[in-house]
């Protein structure tokens, strides 16, 4: 009759203890996805800010070039 209980409160046991693994899993990868958002977008900013200065010439011809 006392083996009901104990097996329902162990098997609830595991039910969390599977639970915390799955949410330390998900929040590390959510922490290693945040640094890869953040390199990502410092490689976005330093190729835009590239695009940029090799516009400046180009886009100075350009205007000489109209001015003709």
């Known amino acids: 009759m006392l083996w009901w209980p104990m097996i329902a409160i162990a098997l609830g046991f595991a039910g ?3 639970l915390g ?3 330390v899993r998900v929040f590390a990868e959510v922490r290693r996805l945040a640094r ?3 390199a990502s ?5 330093r190729a835009a800010e590239d695009l940029e200065r090799a516009a400046v010439p180009l886009a100075s011809r ?3 070039a109209g001015r003709d």
């Open 16 to 18: 969390i203890a599977v």
């Open 62 to 64: 350009m205007h000489e």
């Open 36 to 38: 890869q958002v953040g």
């Open 41 to 45: 977008s410092e490689r976005i900013q």
């Open 21 to 23: 693994v799955l949410a």
